[in-house]
C-alpha cells in the first residue's frame, strides 16, 4: 500500500520560513518525480515544485521561484519543500504526489499518489 505523509505545516506570520516533509511508502521512492501542489479554499489546485527522481532537476511555478525550494533524500524515502519569505497569498493545504512516468510535469492528473495534504496558514 502506497502513502505519501506530509507535515510541517502551520500557522505564521508573513515573512517566515517553514519546511514540509513528505515521507514516502510502499513504493520505489527513488524512482518517482515528486511534485508539491496547493489548494486554496475556493480554488482549483495548482502546481507549486517538482523535483526529479534524482533530484537533479527542479522546476517552480512563477509564483514560488526564488522563495520555495524542493529537495528530497532518497535514502530516507522524503522529499521536502522549503518555503521562505512567506505570504498571505501562499495559504492552503499543500500536497506532495508521486509521478512514476515524468519529472517537472505540472498537472495534477499525471501523479499516481498523493498525500493527505497539511495546511499552511500564513498571516498578514
Known amino acids: 500500500q502506497v502513502q505519501l505523509v506530509e507535515s510541517g505545516g502551520g500557522l505564521v506570520q508573513a515573512g517566515a520560513s517553514l519546511r514540509l516533509s513528505c515521507v514516502a511508502s510502499?513504493?520505489?521512492?527513488?524512482?518517482?518525480?515528486v511534485g508539491w501542489f496547493r489548494q486554496a479554499p475556493g480554488k482549483e489546485r495548482e502546481f507549486v515544485a517538482s523535483?526529479?527522481?534524482?533530484?537533479?532537476?527542479?522546476g517552480y511555478a512563477d509564483s514560488v521561484k526564488g522563495r520555495f525550494t524542493a529537495s528530497r533524500d532518497n535514502a530516507k524515502n522524503t522529499a521536502y519543500l522549503q518555503m521562505a519569505s512567506l505570504k498571505h497569498e501562499d495559504t492552503a493545504v499543500y500536497y506532495c504526489?508521486?509521478?512514476?512516468?515524468?519529472?517537472?510535469?505540472?498537472?495534477?492528473?499525471?501523479?499516481?499518489?498523493w498525500g493527505q495534504g497539511t495546511q499552511v496558514t500564513v498571516s498578514s
Open positions: 510502499g513504493l520505489i521512492f527513488s524512482t518517482y518525480a
Open positions: 504526489a508521486a509521478d512514476r512516468l515524468g519529472s517537472g510535469r505540472i498537472e495534477p492528473h499525471n501523479y499516481d499518489y
Open positions: 523535483i526529479s527522481w534524482r533530484g537533479g532537476s527542479t
